[in-house]
């Protein structure tokens, strides 16, 4: 969200004092630094902004340490390839000093262990191709955990080996299954074909994960300090909070490219994270989310063109790895993903396209219900250009589009806020205006003020019928804003999941060169968070979110997700509550709430939805596989007979039919493209279970004839 940061007064006096700073080579270093300069001048800026700007006033002292201790270790062997125990016991010697260290631009911690890791690399080149020379010995019965978080380091350099011995031999055994895999489908096929022997496949399996192990090294050789660097710095600034991040000049480049809302190629925004890409983001109507099976939080590990060799990107720059997902409009390409909810792997075929910025705006459907009309609208974000006033903005496309279905008599509206990632603050509070008189609809509070109330001041209502506010789990920020004051106000009712994401924070995106003018190589941008967000009634919607007044089973409905659970994410807390008064709109709200409970607590549908949501979960905590190829081979059966059992779970067909606004209609005689979109777009309606209760709900509130004010 774009807020202005009002630290200004501590920015010139810091601009005044950060011009003092001197910078001294570190004599100790075990590392030799390429810029030492440059890294001095980032921490020392860096720990002053954070300090005096963040949100969170956190003493940087031993607790402090231990996170960016744990944060740089972590950002450099997630999967503890490379240090062992011994290493941790000599990186833990300064695991309570980091703090000091920063404070006196002392990097003699992050040379250490940058330093060593270097040296783990070059070790780890000259025994990976040692064991992938001779057969595994896959009648062996061990088995290997992949919950890294919870695996301790190896004791010592045997150990190592024997977690790397594990790690090929699992990798080895997995491309086995793939490829036995395709020989019985083949041979189902033709009976004539000639199968490989078990032997055989064991073979070119070993030679496939040499094959990508070469190449991941010579990507990781190519990376500069730079990229490790940005690592170091982010264990810091990730240590106030996770939202807090450094980007370095290149990161920012794409930042800004995609912010532009014009994507060419899958439509994702995508992050590194140590040596792994992973989704951050699914950009509404891009072709990732229309195909709809890529996911935040997904890591992609390979790339292919339509039926070519997929490449492995595992270690590979950003830059490089969105070179390969990119493409022409109407090309293939297949991502084989490590799905976030269980840690399966699969592979995703994408049609690439470019992103048309018309289907990141806001659009409408009409359905008719037992004589009644009823409208959908998709709000994918809060959009808005500051920098243009001509340009669209969500809060007058929401008021357009609401006159237009008004003019066609629709009585009641679904507002879609599913997968929606915020946006701006001033639309969010613009559109709550729409449903309501006038009131506080949002408090904001920087560090050490009293929050400031945040209303709507048009006393107009655009849309005075029924409404209900359609979330999920990926709904944050800017929605749980507007969906937060329509329940507090009761004008609106809630379904989704039991609770939206939780981010209830703002963030500012500083160019680091403005502390510290007279260097003149660029520093890169630091994204700080300086505010949190309440509700009118007091509550923050940090980490708790907004719970829906009818809960509605999903697949995440048992995963770890959301702000809750990510590592250092600011508390939950509550300020004083806004002077506001309820619409009291509804004479039945609570019979509708608990009707639609029993719908679904009673659907077959909605039973399994809750079933393979169980079943995601337990699969996500298995985390243990058997390297003994029988029972491997078996376990990996039996998963995919249960998965069968999950196949049609989302195989909902209503008889529902759903249709463009007039307005739309006409446009389509010159707009063949926009046709097809609304028709793809109203058959997934029809098979949206979600959206058939929702407006089951519609169908069922009930408007008081006179309304009723009642005070807070």
């Known amino acids: 969200m774009k807020t202005n940061l009002r630290i200004s007064t501590f920015f010139l006096a810091f601009i005044v004092f950060i011009n003092t700073i001197s910078v001294n080579a570190n004599e100790k270093n075990n590392y030799i630094d390429p810029d030492p300069e440059k890294d001095k001048v980032l921490i020392y800026v860096l720990k002053n902004i954070l300090t005096r700007g963040h949100f969170v006033v956190k003493d940087m002292n031993d607790d402090f340490s231990e996170l960016v201790f744990n944060g740089f270790v972590d950002g450099l ?47 780890a080149k000259s025994f990976y191709g040692d064991l992938l020379a001779q057969p595994f010995n896959f009648k062996k019965n061990e088995s290997i955990d992949l919950d890294y978080d919870k695996m301790p380091f190896a004791k010592n350099d045997n150990q190592l080996i024997d977690y790397w011995r594990k790690q090929l031999k699992l990798q080895t ?32 399996a070993r030679a496939e994960v040499l094959k990508n192990m070469e190449e991941l090294y010579i990507r990781i050789e190519e990376l500069e300090h730079d990229d490790w660097f940005s690592t170091f710095l982010n264990s810091v600034v990730g240590a106030f909070d996770p939202h807090t991040t450094y980007m370095d000049p290149s990161i920012k480049e794409r930042f800004d490219q995609t912010m532009s809302g014009k994507l060419e190629g899958i439509g994702a925004r995508l992050q590194k994270k140590g040596i792994y890409t992973h989704v951050f983001e699914l950009v509404a109507g891009g072709p990732a989310s229309k195909q709809g099976e890529l996911e935040p939080g997904d890591i992609i590990l390979k790339v292919a063109q339509a039926d070519e060799e997929p490449l492995d990107i595992v270690g590979m720059r950003l830059d490089d790895a969105i070179k390969f997902i990119k493409g022409k409009k109407g090309t293939e390409v297949r991502l084989t993903v490590k799905k976030k909810l269980d840690g399966s792997i699969k592979v995703i075929s994408i049609i690439r396209d470019v992103v048309q910025l018309d289907e990141t705006f806001v659009k409408s459907s009409i359905v008719e219900k037992e004589g009644k009309k009823y409208a959908i609208i998709d709000l994918p974000s809060f959009y808005i250009d500051f920098s243009d006033n001509n340009y669209r903005d969500s809060a007058k496309d929401m008021e357009k589009e609401i006159e237009r ?21 001033k639309t969010a509070i613009e559109i709550s205006g729409l449903f309501i008189d006038k009131g506080p609809i949002v408090q904001v509070k920087y560090r050490g003020e009293s929050p400031i109330v945040k209303s709507d001041i048009d006393p107009k209502v655009q849309w005075d019928k029924s409404v209900v506010v359609l979330v999920n789990e990926f709904s944050a920020s800017a929605s749980e804003i507007f969906a937060a004051a329509m329940q507090d106000y009761k004008r609106a009712v809630i379904l989704g999941g039991n609770q939206t994401y939780g981010k209830g924070t703002v963030q500012n995106i500083l160019p680091i060169n403005q502390f510290y003018p007279k260097y003149k190589k660029d520093l890169g941008f630091l994204k700080m968070t300086i505010q949190k967000f309440y509700r009118v009634n007091g509550g923050s919607t940090q980490k708790e979110g907004v719970y829906s007044d009818v809960a509605m089973p999903s697949r995440y409905s048992y995963m770890k997700f959301g702000e809750r659970d990510l590592d250092g994410a600011l508390a939950w807390d509550k300020v004083a509550q806004a002077n506001y008064s309820q619409t009291n709109t509804y004479s039945n709200f609570a019979d509708v709430v608990y009707n639609s409970k029993e719908r679904i607590a009673n659907d077959k549908n ?21 390297l003994n190829y029988k029972k491997f081979f078996k376990e990996n059966n039996e998963k995919d007979k249960e998965a069968e059992k999950f196949k049609s779970v989302f195989d909902y067909k209503s008889s529902l039919t759903f249709k463009s606004p007039k307005y739309e209609v006409s446009l389509f005689n010159n707009n063949q493209d926009l046709k097809d979109k609304r028709v793809a777009w109203h058959k997934n309606l ?8 929702a407006l089951n709900v519609l169908n069922e509130l009930k408007l008081k004839e006179k309304t009723e004010i009642v005070k807070n």
């Open 77 to 123: 062997d997630p999967s503890k390839r490379y240090f062992t125990q011994e290493d941790i016991k000599e990186f833990s010697q300064y695991k309570y000093q980091i703090d000091n260290q920063l404070l006196q631009d002392d990097l003699t911690f992050y040379n250490l262990v940058y330093g060593r890791f270097l040296d783990k690399i070059k070790n």
């Open 405 to 425: 279905l008004k003019a066609e008599g629709v009585s009641g509206l679904i507002v879609d806020l599913r997968n929606n990632g915020g946006g701006s603050l």
């Open 686 to 693: 029809s098979k949206d279970m979600y959206i058939s209760e």
């Open 173 to 204: 055994l997995s491309r086995i299954q793939e490829q036995t895999d395709i020989q019985e489908d083949k041979l189902k096929k033709d009976k004539n074909f000639k199968t490989k022997s078990f032997k055989t496949l064991e073979k070119e």
């Open 606 to 626: 909605f039973k399994l939805v809750n079933e393979y949501a169980k079943w995601l979960k337990k699969n996500q905590d298995d985390s243990t596989y058997s």
